[in-house]
């Protein structure tokens, strides 16, 4: 029976170390199922987190596109502006030049009005002389004629 006693002696320590083995394989199994809970939440995190982003890639690609079509109608509305722009400028340097061809003519009208008026009062003091001495002419000769006899 010593056989038999060591025999059963070997075989509870077998036991006792399966037991142990199972112990520590429930422990790592336990652990194991609590890290693959932990990825588990962490990958419904994450899933939630990229459908969030893709949400807000979303509303930020409509806003972008809004932002585009803005873009585009300022873009639109600067060039009307150049162009009116250049059209005033273009207009408005015609004028321009209109006004200085327009003050050019007045100034030499103006240049002629006033030799015109140096020449009229040249004419008209030698008509005021002509006329003063046929005038003085006639007073000369009507004295004569009064202060002569009758013949």
Do not use: F, W
Not at 121 to 135: D, N, P, S
Request: proline fraction near 1%; charge should be positive; aromatic fraction near 4%.
């Amino acid at each position: 029976m010593k056989g038999g006693k060591k025999q059963l002696q070997k075989l509870e320590a077998r036991v006792r170390e399966l037991e142990g083995e199972v112990d520590a394989e429930q422990r790592r199994s336990a652990e194991s199922i609590k890290g693959v809970r932990k990825y588990e939440r962490r990958v419904k995190e994450l899933t939630y987190q990229t459908e969030e982003d893709k949400k807000n890639v979303n509303r930020l690609q409509d806003l972008v596109d809004k932002l585009q079509l803005k873009l585009k109608a300022y873009k639109r509305q600067a060039e009307e502006a150049e162009e009116q722009a250049n059209t005033h400028l273009s207009r408005y340097r015609k004028v321009q030049h209109e006004l200085e061809e327009a003050q050019e003519r007045a100034d030499i009208s103006e240049s002629q009005v006033n030799k015109l008026r140096a020449k009229s009062r040249e004419i008209c003091g030698k008509v005021l002389m002509e006329e003063t001495r046929q005038t003085q002419a006639t007073i000369q000769y009507e004295c004569l004629v009064k202060c002569l006899p009758n013949s």
